[in-house]
């Protein structure tokens, strides 16, 4: 069973760091393209950055410069460092895989025919 697990969010002030993994289990981990996306209420679903299964990045132009997205293929993990963290930061994020165009979509809730999605984990941003 595909399983994607993801952790490490939380609240923190404007300027914060945080340090979101998600776990994967249940396919080969090395060939898919994975990708983080968030949602915030009232916001569509947001693609925030990709890393395909040989390394390639992409990085929505909001978070450019802030965010790093990084994988281990040997702990089947995908990391996104969060630096600089914004209140428009604030979001549920999600990761999925294989990470695919959710432009138009509308919900993060909507592409889970589409890919696979965990559960999401929270991050606030404070002023």
């Known amino acids: 069973e595909v399983q994607l697990v993801e952790s490490g969010g939380g609240s923190v002030q404007a300027g914060g760091s945080l340090r979101l993994s998600c776990t994967a289990s249940g396919f080969t981990f090395d060939d898919v393209d994975m990708g983080w996306y968030r949602q915030a209420p009232g916001n569509e679903c947001e693609l925030v950055s990709d890393i395909s299964s040989d390394g390639n990045t992409y990085y929505a132009d909001s978070v450019k410069g802030r965010f790093t997205i990084s994988r281990d293929n040997a702990k089947n993990t995908m990391y996104l460092q969060m630096n600089s963290l914004k209140p428009v930061d604030t979001a549920v994020y999600y990761c999925?895989?294989?990470?695919?165009?959710?432009?138009?979509?509308?919900?993060?809730?909507?592409?889970?025919?589409?890919?696979?999605w965990g559960q999401g984990t929270q991050v606030t941003v404070s002023s």
């Open positions: 999925a895989a294989p990470a695919i165009d959710v432009r138009g979509l509308g919900t993060c809730e909507s592409a889970r025919k589409r890919s696979y």
